[in-house]
T-cell receptor
Framework: KNQVEQSPQSLIILEGKNCTLQCNYTVSPFSNLRWYKQDTGRGPVSLTIMTFSENTKSNGRYTATLDADTKQSSLHITASQLSDSASYICVVSAILTGGGNKLTFGTGTQLKVEL | ETGVTQTPRHLVMGMTNKKSLKCEQHLGHNAMYWYKQSAKKPLELMFVYNFKEQTENNSVPSRFSPECPNSSHLFLHLHTLQPEDSALYLC?????????????????FGPGTRLTVT
């Protein structure tokens, strides 16, 4: 069964600190992995997309890593800011036989950055 | 107006009402999607439209009826909903650049409509 599991479920850190969010997946065959940031009451916004051949990708203070062998990804946030408080969602895309594909969403990690 | 817009942002309706959600994308994309996001659950893909044609319906109850009159507009018509249908309904769009499977392309989401069914 295709699954995406994220940990921790929630996290509270102090402003200026770094943190790492985890995503483990069993989705196969793998096409790409995305990290989204979703502010409360808003739609998700894409942070990174990584394909099989990429094992790290940065977007400002956000750095995503991918280990396709162990089927794990992480999102590292550097020098956190209050505006980083949001839900971070991991999404894995699989290509299906016959040419279709499927997205599997994680439940997200709720991050709160405090003063 | 840029990106993906959704109206209304909030909607409260009774179980016997009929209402519609509207989505408009200003990105020139050719595919649009409806998602349901319930508390503590992953996003659920409901419908996929590619060049105005519905290509996916993920076993969504018939009380949800999508309509895509053109590549820029997507509607979700609601009737006789249940309280468990209360959720955030998100619209997204994407641009298919080649003949690859549609869902591999990056999706851009609207702000969502918070629906409460009483």
């Amino acid at each position: 069964k295709n699954q995406v599991e994220q940990s921790p479920q929630s996290l509270i850190i102090l402003e200026g600190k770094n943190c790492t969010l985890q995503c483990n997946y069993t989705v196969s065959p793998f096409s790409n992995l995305r990290w989204y940031k979703q502010d409360t009451g808003r739609g998700p916004v894409s942070l990174t997309i990584m394909t099989f051949s990429e094992n790290t990708k940065s977007n400002g203070r956000y750095t995503a890593t991918l280990d396709a062998d162990t089927k794990q990804s992480s999102l590292h946030i550097t020098a956190s800011q209050l505006s980083d408080s949001a839900s971070y969602i991991c999404v894995v895309s699989a290509i299906l036989t016959g040419g279709g594909n499927k997205l599997t969403f994680g439940t997200g990690t709720q991050l709160k950055v405090e003063l | 107006e840029t990106g993906v817009t959704q109206t209304p942002r909030h909607l409260v309706m009774g179980m016997t009402n009929k209402k519609s959600l509207k989505c408009e994308q200003h990105l020139g994309h050719n595919a649009m999607y409806w998602y349901k996001q319930s508390a503590k659950k992953p996003l659920e893909l409901m419908f996929v439209y590619n060049f105005k044609e519905q290509t996916e319906n993920n076993s969504v109850p018939s009380r949800f009826s999508p309509e895509c009159p053109n590549s820029s507009h997507l509607f979700l018509h609601l009737h006789t909903l249940q309280p468990e249908d209360s959720a955030l309904y998100l619209c997204a769009s994407s641009q298919r650049r080649d003949r690859g499977p549609l869902l591999i392309y990056e999706q851009y989401f609207g702000p969502g409509t918070r629906l409460t069914v009483t």
